[in-house]
């Protein structure tokens, strides 16, 4: 593993894993009997950083393919949960170090991309289709 954060969504606790080969989502509600809900295989890294944000999971890896989002809204009475690469617009982001949600404001800011060493922010007001408002580059983070 190389990165575990915990979620509270619609009554229950998940566990969002970035795992080697992929993202993870594991309902934790009874600690005892933890049940995986949600993989999707990626790019083998030993670096994925996970956020939930606003009924969303965010995924970042240096392994590329993107950021993936994943709409778990649905949970916990289906598990067949949408998924989606954001790979940018203006800015490639195939791949990134780390990032960070800023809750009271919808930002999401990447940090350590393939082509920005500082961050990347995004609006994710909607949490599908993020909209890139800048860059700060003077300093790798």
Excluded: Q
């Excluded at 080969?21 to 295989?41: K, Q």
């Excluded at 617009?89 to 393939?114: D, P, Q, R, V, W």
């Amino acid at each position: 593993l190389s990165e575990v954060r915990g979620a509270s969504h619609n009554g229950r606790e998940y566990a969002l894993v970035g795992v080697h080969n992929g993202f993870s989502i594991v309902d934790v509600t009874s600690p005892a009997s933890p049940t995986e809900v949600f993989f999707e295989a990626g790019a083998n890294s030993i670096w994925r950083d996970p956020f939930f944000h606003n009924g969303h999971a965010y995924c970042v890896t240096e392994g590329g393919g993107g950021m993936l989002i994943v709409d778990m809204n649905p949970l916990p009475s289906s598990t067949s949960l949408n998924s989606m690469l954001y790979t940018g617009s203006t800015y490639n982001i195939s791949a990134a170090h780390n990032m960070f949600i800023e809750s009271a404001t919808n930002k999401a800011y990447l940090f350590g991309t393939n082509d920005i060493d500082g961050a990347i922010i995004l609006d994710i007001s909607n949490p599908m289709n993020p909209v890139e408002l800048g860059i700060w580059n003077d300093h790798y983070i």
